[in-house]
C-alpha cells in the first residue's frame, strides 16, 4: 500500500470510531433510566387526580329568536374572543339589552380589536343567537351588526 492510501484509512477508522462512540453516548442519554425523567424531560405528577366529565357540558335553548325591527344600540364592554378569523368578536358587558349582557359583535373585520380590550361598540340588535352559546359565552348572546366600534 501506499502511504496515501494508508492515510486515508486510518483516518477513515479513527472517523468511524468517533461517530460510533458519539452515537452511543447519545442513545445512552436519551433512553437513560432515571425516574421522573423521560428523555431528560420532568414528568410532572398531579397530586389530586382530575376529574374527567362523562358528558360535555352542552348549552341548549330554544331562545333563539329575530327581531321584528333592529334595535339601536350603544354597548361598552370586554372582548372575549374572536370569532370567524377575527372577523367578528364578543363582547360582555355591565349593560343588559333585552335580558343580555354577553353579545356577538358582527364586524366583517373593518374594526380589529384585541381580546381582553375594552371597546364602545354602536349598532343594531338582530335578534338573539344561541350559535356560540357553547362557546366562551356559555348562554345565548344579543347578536348585533357594529356600525362603529371605539377602542376605548
Wanted: net charge negative; hydrophobic share 45%; proline share 3%.
Amino acid at each position: 500500500m501506499t502511504y496515501y492510501k494508508q492515510l486515508f484509512l486510518i483516518i477513515g477508522i479513527v472517523v468511524l470510531a468517533v461517530v460510533i462512540t458519539c452515537s452511543r453516548i447519545i442513545f445512552q442519554t436519551l433512553n437513560r433510566s432515571v425516574p421522573g425523567e423521560v428523555a431528560g424531560e420532568k414528568i410532572i405528577q398531579m397530586e389530586k387526580p382530575v376529574e374527567v366529565m362523562s358528558t360535555p357540558f352542552v348549552v341548549t335553548c330554544d331562545c333563539e329568536k329575530n327581531f321584528d325591527e333592529p334595535i339601536d344600540v350603544v354597548i361598552e364592554g370586554k372582548v372575549l374572543a374572536n370569532f370567524v378569523g377575527g372577523l367578528d368578536f364578543g363582547l360582555t358587558s355591565d349593560k343588559t339589552i333585552e335580558g343580555k349582557n354577553k353579545f356577538y359583535i358582527i364586524d366583517d373585520g373593518q374594526h380589529p380589536v384585541e381580546i381582553n380590550s375594552s371597546v364602545r361598540v354602536e349598532g343594531q340588535a338582530a335578534g338573539v343567537t344561541c350559535a356560540y352559546a357553547n362557546t366562551v359565552f356559555g348562554e345565548c348572546s344579543l347578536e348585533v351588526e357594529a356600525v362603529k366600534v371605539i377602542k376605548l
